[in-house]
């Protein structure tokens, strides 16, 4: 089971940091990946992290403003968000893949409800 957390209205130029509690089968074995959709338009691929937090991958539109880690200790990982513009206005999903990177939607095997996250001008 994945809950997304840490969504919120801000402005352009704050920060954000979303969470992403992993429990019960979805164990820290399992790569993760950060999502979002906006309406109307598909869900696009964030960030992603390896199961064993060594490696990290990252869509350009987000590249050096964002940062993805994962915290074993706590079942967690977390997005964080610099530099939010309008344009990063949507709704971000975790999701959890058995083996491999997740960096594709078709390929994740569990996904979290989804956190809102309004970027104002």
């Known amino acids: 089971q994945l809950q997304a957390s840490g969504g919120g209205l801000v402005q352009a130029g704050d920060s954000l940091r979303l969470s992403c509690a992993v429990s019960g089968r979805t164990s820290l074995n399992y790569a993760m990946g950060w999502f979002r959709q906006t309406p109307g338009k598909e869900r696009e691929f964030v960030a992603a992290i390896t199961w064993s937090g060594g490696t990290t991958y990252y869509a350009d539109s987000v590249k050096g403003r964002s940062t993805i880690s994962r915290d074993s200790a706590k079942n967690t990982v977390y997005l964080q968000m610099n530099g939010l513009q309008p344009e990063n206005t949507a709704v971000y999903y975790c999701?959890?893949?058995?083996?491999?990177?997740?960096?594709?939607?078709?390929?994740?095997?569990?996904w979290g409800q989804g956190t809102q996250v309004t970027v104002s001008s």
């Open positions: 999701a959890a893949k058995m083996f491999g990177i997740a960096t594709r939607t078709d390929a994740c095997n569990y």
